[in-house]
């Protein structure tokens, strides 16, 4: 969708009527955005009254409200599909193969392929590869093909009201670009929390769309490398993909 701006904020125009953006400021100066949606003959048929903080928050907004026509449909998907080819053309080819496959299977989940799977699941032994942990402190980091493995001990608190206090340890991964695939909770072991960093690294080698977290931190990475000047729109049109995937799953 290409929004255009005129002389009442910015609009999208579809066959059936189009989104409308507003801006507006209230008495302390803070600027409200505000979309509503028009049929062909210019009736406002819904409105947000107190506004987004931004403006690509309420095209979006307007975007999905356009999909109850036949053309604002079609329109959607074509917008958040292109979202997706853009995180594909600028994401790094020396990134694992899966992160790719993993957006080639949100873009045809888009357009409800019947089969939106594509590529074989990456048959990668996880369960017997071997960490090179560092130590500093109370982390331990090494190196995996999909960032970087962290497990932090968090040591027990000695206290006289408390008998028998463990150590606890948490995990992530973490991509070079900042990026975090992270443990849902602690675990008593270090050998736990390694074992779950395996299933992680086999989850992010699946590129089907099964689990919402490898489709979280692969969606965080191509956000990573979207071109500045097009990124706030493209990266409100992503958490909404990922809103509407994780309701499915």
């Known amino acids: 969708m290409n929004w255009q701006p005129t002389a009442e904020g910015h609009e999208f125009r579809i066959e059936d009527g189009r989104g409308v953006v507003l801006a507006r400021q209230d008495d302390t100066g803070m600027t409200a955005y505000i979309p509503h949606i028009e049929d062909s003959e210019g009736t406002t048929l819904d409105q947000f009254t107190d506004g987004f903080r931004t403006f690509e928050e309420a095209a979006v907004y307007a975007e999905v409200g356009l999909k109850r026509f036949p053309s604002g449909a079609a329109a959607l998907t074509k917008s958040l599909a292109a979202a997706v080819d853009l995180c594909l053309q600028t994401l790094p080819e020396t990134l694992q193969p899966a992160h790719r496959l993993r957006l080639e299977n949100l873009r045809n989940w888009l357009h409800n392929a019947a089969d939106a799977h594509v590529g074989p699941l990456l048959d ?44 606890r340890y948490e995990w992530r991964i973490t991509h070079e670009t900042g990026a975090m695939y992270e443990s849902p909770g602690t675990t008593l072991e270090f050998e736990e929390a390694e074992h779950e960093i395996r299933t992680m690294l086999a989850r992010l080698d ?4 099964t689990t919402p977290e490898p489709i979280v931190y692969t969606l965080a990475i191509s956000k990573r490398y979207l071109p500045e000047e097009e990124s706030a729109l493209v990266r409100v049109r992503l958490d ?3 809103s509407r995937l994780q309701d499915e799953l």
């Open 206 to 209: 699946d590129p089907a769309l």
């Open 240 to 242: 909404h993909i990922l």
């Open 124 to 167: 990668e032994n996880w369960q017997a590869f071997a960490f090179d942990w560092s130590i500093d402190g109370y982390e331990f980091t090494a190196p995996t093909p999909y960032g970087r493995a962290v497990i932090i001990e968090h040591p027990a608190q000695r206290s006289q009201f408390k008998i028998g206090a463990a150590a």
